[in-house]
């Protein structure tokens, strides 16, 4: 399984950025798909997940502002994420796996400026 992640980049607070992750490979494996992040020096921490029915979790943190999506076709998952603050600055990794993450994409980079 690959994972290929893009759309980060430098944006203002309250703006709006859409990330992507392409998947490739063995499908029965991608059943949840999801986007975590990671600030400089803080632990990795999940932003949203979605299985492949359609059911979604996101953090707390970003309820209301961010949404992850599927798109099963292309084996393809969104985060849209709008109303951005600083301190959603980090690097954006897409996962996949049955249940827990089991593969990871390269990370893409998000920085908020205030």
């Known amino acids: 399984v690959q994972l290929q992640a893009s759309g980060g980049g430098l944006v203002q607070a309250g703006g709006s950025l859409r990330l992507s992750c392409a998947a490739s490979?063995?499908?029965?494996?991608?059943?949840?798909m999801g986007w975590y992040r990671q600030a400089p020096g803080k632990q990795r921490e999940l932003v949203a997940r979605?299985?492949?029915?359609?059911?979604?979790n996101h953090a707390d943190s970003v309820k209301g502002r961010f949404t992850i999506s599927r798109d099963n076709a292309k084996n393809t998952v969104y985060l849209q994420m709008n109303s951005l603050k600083p301190e959603d600055t980090g690097v954006y990794y897409c996962?996949?796996?049955?249940?827990?993450?089991?593969?990871w994409g390269q990370g893409t980079q998000v920085t908020v400026s205030s």
């Open positions: 996962a996949a796996g049955l249940g827990i993450p089991e593969y």
């Open positions: 979605i299985t492949s029915g359609g059911r979604t």
């Open positions: 490979g063995s499908i029965p494996s991608m059943n949840v």
